[in-house]
């Protein structure tokens, strides 16, 4: 039977609840840290609790935390996170973009990966199946040697390209899942790629109806992402929130535009809040709860002025969807 795993423990499909499918909770990169990059630095674990309770206050039950190893996640802190707010929370596998590799393995972390230095020499000393073993021990065991386990495997390619390292992670997430069953999610950057990670997978005999692609608003392309769509992949547009990007108009007019092709039950929707000033209690910002408060009321007026039903569309991106995509299908 299919199931979701959970940082503690796995659960049903219809236990999921409302989500939101792409997020980071606590997380501080030392690629950012090195650039002094202060607002990419989610470093106040008890600020992120503040805003899921939000979430959670308005209906929220479960967030999936997107954050790889090379991001500096804070694995205990965000388990400490779900077991004081009861918002369940699925943790991930995996690996981000290369331009991130360069930024410096964490000392706790040395003894579980060996003594190098950045994230980029590990990779390209280590074999395609040495990277799998590791995909699947996070997966099986626990991340970053914790008993909190991640519910889905990650890889992630940059802009307009996919490097040799990049391919190689790909290949080992992949080879990972055909191991786990576990889910699988991309990044993409600025939504570009796409369609190469999918013939990349395809050659490791990926069934796509695993995979979600993230970031598909940030290339606002409603033929290219039908083109993903028609292979079964998930989308997940999850840029909500990010005006600096495209007004929500924009967001908007391309999931309805996957509703009337047909491509409904493939939409997922989150916000990506990975910065200081994305949530309200860091620095005042929307917060995780703009998408289920305001975003989620404008879509159903939007959608059901369209001559659709808005809030049986709303009941597949937040809660039947999320839970086909992040199951296990064991």
Request: proline share 4%.
């Amino acid at each position: 039977m299919s199931f979701i795993r959970t940082l503690t423990k796995d659960i049903a499909p219809d236990q999921m609840g409302f989500t939101y499918s792409h997020e980071h909770i606590v997380c501080r990169p030392d690629f950012w840290v090195q650039k002094g990059e202060d607002d990419l630095l989610l470093d106040d674990p008890e600020k992120s609790k503040l805003d899921v309770l939000d979430f959670k206050r308005l209906g929220g039950d479960t967030i999936v935390d997107a954050t790889a190893i090379d991001y500096g996640r804070d694995v205990p802190a965000v388990h400490r996170i779900m077991e004081e707010t009861g918002v369940t929370i699925v943790g991930t596998a995996g690996f981000n973009k290369s331009f991130l590799w360069d930024a410096k393995i964490k000392e706790e972390l040395k003894p579980l990966l060996g003594n190098y230095r950045t994230y980029a020499e590990w990779i390209d000393a280590k074999s395609i199946n040495e990277l799998a073993d590791w995909v699947i021990r996070e997966v099986e065991e626990g991340l970053e040697g914790t008993p909190f386990k991640a519910g889905q495997v990650k890889f992630g390619t940059g802009y307009n390209r996919i490097t040799p390292l990049e391919e190689k992670t790909l290949r080992a997430v992949a080879r990972a899942h055909h191991e786990t069953k576990a889910p699988i999610h991309s990044h993409t950057e600025v939504g570009t790629m796409g369609l190469e990670q999918l013939e990349l997978l395809r050659s490791e005999n990926i069934n796509l109806e695993y995979l979600s692609l993230g970031h598909m608003d940030r290339n606002p392309d409603p033929y290219y992402h039908e083109q993903i769509a028609s292979t079964g992949a998930f989308l997940s547009f999850d840029g909500i929130g990010k005006i600096k990007y495209a007004p929500e108009s924009t967001r908007i007019a391309l999931v309805l535009n996957m509703v009337r092709k047909g491509y409904e039950d493939q939409v997922l929707i989150s916000g990506d809040t990975a910065r200081k000033t994305y949530y309200k209690h860091y620095d005042y910002g929307l917060g995780l709860e703009y998408i289920i408060g305001k975003w989620v009321p404008r879509f159903i007026d939007e959608a059901n002025r369209e001559g659709f039903d808005g809030e049986k569309l709303i009941r597949k991106f937040f809660v039947e969807n999320p839970a086909r995509c992040f199951s296990f299908k064991k």
